[in-house]
């Protein structure tokens, strides 16, 4: 499988590869802190509710 997945890869052009590569990086970074961003929004508005 994993050799599959690497011929297919060799098989991209190497700008397209960095390209992605930098598109994943900044996937794997902004996305646990837009997640984080609506948790902790969701806790305030809970907390905010529960005082109300």
Same mark, same amino acid.
Do not use: C, D, G
């Given at each position: 499988?994993i050799e599959l997945?690497?011929?297919?890869?060799?098989? $991209? +052009?190497?700008? !397209?590869?960095?390209?992605?590569?930098?598109?994943?990086?900044?996937? *794997? &970074?902004? $996305? +646990?802190?837009? !997640?984080?961003?609506?948790?902790?929004t969701l806790a305030?508005?809970? *907390? &905010?509710t529960y005082r109300?």
């Open positions: 499988m997945l690497l011929s297919i890869w060799n098989l $991209v +052009p190497e700008a !397209l590869q960095i390209l992605l590569v930098i598109i994943l990086k900044i996937v *794997v &970074i902004a $996305v +646990p802190i837009m !997640l984080a961003v609506a948790y902790i305030e508005r809970k *907390v &905010i109300a």
